[in-house]
């Protein structure tokens, strides 16, 4: 497996479930060339979370739900929810990202927050 650019680890206690967080916040170049790097980076976190790598670094993730959350700062909504809606049907339909072969990871899901840095007035 390779880096994986992760920006931090969190637990929801609530949901018993571990969150691999990444933040994404205002591009400048072609949407295209963020979004290619945005699924490099998820794929990233499936084998990272999959493989058992997120399990090694992070013992009580073991067995445990993973979030896959992209923070968005200042990003269009429609493009992003777009784009994380076809990723995660796509992946589904994928046997190697299967949560039901590895031993380190119960389920995965994604989820998106959008905010914005500008001052408000």
């Known amino acids: 497996m390779g880096e994986v650019t992760v ?5 929801d206690e609530v949901l018993d479930a571990c969150l691999m967080v990444l933040v ?4 400048s170049e072609p949407v295209e060339v963020h979004l290619r790097a945005l699924q490099d980076r998820l794929y990233g976190c499936l084998d ?3 493989d058992g790598q997120l399990a090694i670094q992070f013992p009580q993730s073991l ?4 979030i896959i959350r992209i923070d968005c700062y200042d990003l269009d909504r429609g493009e992003i929810d777009g ?4 990723f995660a049907d796509g992946v589904a339909a994928l046997p190697e ?5 590895s ?5 995965i899901r994604f989820e998106v ?4 840095l500008a001052p408000r007035h």
Request: hydrophobic share 40%; glycine share 6%.
């Open 63 to 66: 067995g445990k739900p993973v």
């Open 7 to 11: 920006n931090f680890i969190a637990f």
């Open 83 to 86: 784009f994380i809606g076809r």
């Open 113 to 116: 927050n959008h905010e914005s």
């Open 103 to 107: 031993p380190y990871v119960s389920e």
């Open 48 to 50: 990272a979370a999959l």
């Open 24 to 27: 994404e916040e205002a591009w």
């Open 97 to 101: 990202y299967s949560t039901e072969t």
